[in-house]
């Protein structure tokens, strides 16, 4: 069984920054990061594929969050900047080995198949 495990979150301030990991228990081509609001569902946040498919980011957080990671520690991580108390959600890491999907399911939460607990992001106004 893959295992997914998120670490970084924590209580922030409006306009703070923090860095978010995720690191996988053995390589999986595609990962990505969710979140859900209190009272939501979960939303995408960004996704990459390392098998050519590049990094999608979802409008609300482009340009302000940065992902990053070393496919050969099977981990990435996601940078925010400028957090705002709206974004206060659990941050959750998903990944799937199906890359074929990717161009075209990469902001789907139904094409993920494992998904770690999440960890969670508080931002105070």
């Known amino acids: 069984q893959v295992q997914l495990v998120e670490s970084g979150g924590r209580l922030v301030q409006t306009g703070d920054s923090l860095r978010l990991s995720c690191t996988a228990s053995e390589h999986i081509p595609v990962m990505g990061w969710f979140r859900q609001l209190p009272g939501k569902r979960s939303e995408f946040v960004e996704a990459i594929s390392w098998r050519g498919g590049g990094i999608k980011y979802a409008d609300s957080v482009k340009g302000r969050f940065i992902f990053s990671g070393d496919s050969t520690k099977n981990t990435v991580f996601l940078q925010l900047n400028n957090l705002k108390p709206e974004e206060t959600a659990v941050y959750r890491c998903?990944?799937?080995?199906?890359?074929?999907?990717?161009?075209?399911?990469?902001?789907?939460?139904?094409?993920?198949?494992?998904w770690g607990k999440g960890t969670q992001v508080t931002v105070s106004s």
């Open positions: 998903a990944a799937t080995f199906a890359a074929e999907y990717y161009s075209h399911g990469y902001w789907n939460r139904d094409e993920y198949d494992y």
